[in-house]
Structures are given as structure tokens and as C-alpha cells.
């Protein structure tokens, strides 16, 4: 079981950036692979970006490729997501996700832990 609690979304100007935390509760946090998925509003969930469990393999939407990066700290139990070179289509709640074994998945339904998730508007 882990408890996932996102933080640092906000308004920001097109062409800016922003940095995404997920705070993660648990001791086996390496054992989970987590990832970022976003909803714009009238839009179903989609996948950003995945971290594998030990933080050494990153995958990433092609919408995204490029501009953000996902990091994975197992010592921290932290989960980032830097996003440069925000675009008025990034606008959207983000949430953190999070699944037992190392692997990532493109799914939603594939994550069984998720948190809050935290609003990122970008204006044009």
C-alpha cells in the first residue's frame, strides 16, 4: 500500500515552466512503478509519463516528448514531473499514480493507487 499526495501545480504563461511533486508514504517504494496522467476538462484521463520502480526507465506521451521529464527518487519517496515549455493544451488536473511492480503500464485502470491531483492552467 502507498498513499501518493501531489503538490506545485499553478498558472502559468505559455512557454513557462513548471515542476510537479508527488509525495509518496510507504518503505517499499522502489517496488512501485508510478506515473503522471492528466484530464482536461470534457477529456478522458490520459498517460504523461511513467517511471519504472527503480527509477531508471522513463517512457513518455509523444505529446510530451521533450519538453517534460519524469525522475523518480526512491530515497525520498518523491516523484517529479519538470515541465518546460508549457503549451495552453497542458492545462489539466494532474495526478500521480502509482502500481505494485516495476514495470510501467499506459492504463489508468492499470494503477491502483492515485493521489488528489493538482491543477496546472497554462495561459495562452
Known amino acids: 500500500q502507498v498513499q501518493l499526495v501531489e503538490s506545485g501545480g499553478g498558472l502559468v504563461q505559455a512557454g513557462g515552466s513548471l515542476r510537479l511533486s508527488c509525495a509518496a508514504s510507504g518503505r517499499t517504494f522502489n517496488r512501485y512503478a508510478v506515473a503522471w496522467f492528466r484530464q482536461a476538462p470534457g477529456k478522458e484521463r490520459e498517460f504523461v509519463a511513467g517511471s519504472s520502480g527503480s527509477g531508471g526507465g522513463t517512457y513518455y506521451a509523444d505529446s510530451v516528448k521533450g519538453r517534460f521529464t519524469i525522475s523518480k527518487d526512491n530515497a525520498k519517496n518523491t516523484v517529479y514531473l519538470q515541465m518546460n515549455s508549457l503549451k495552453p493544451e497542458d492545462t489539466a488536473v494532474y495526478y500521480c499514480?502509482?502500481?505494485?511492480?516495476?514495470?510501467?503500464?499506459?492504463?489508468?485502470?492499470?494503477?491502483?493507487?492515485w493521489g488528489q491531483g493538482t491543477q496546472v492552467t497554462v495561459s495562452s
Open positions: 499514480a502509482a502500481r505494485e511492480g516495476g514495470n510501467i503500464y499506459y492504463s489508468a485502470i492499470s494503477y491502483a493507487y
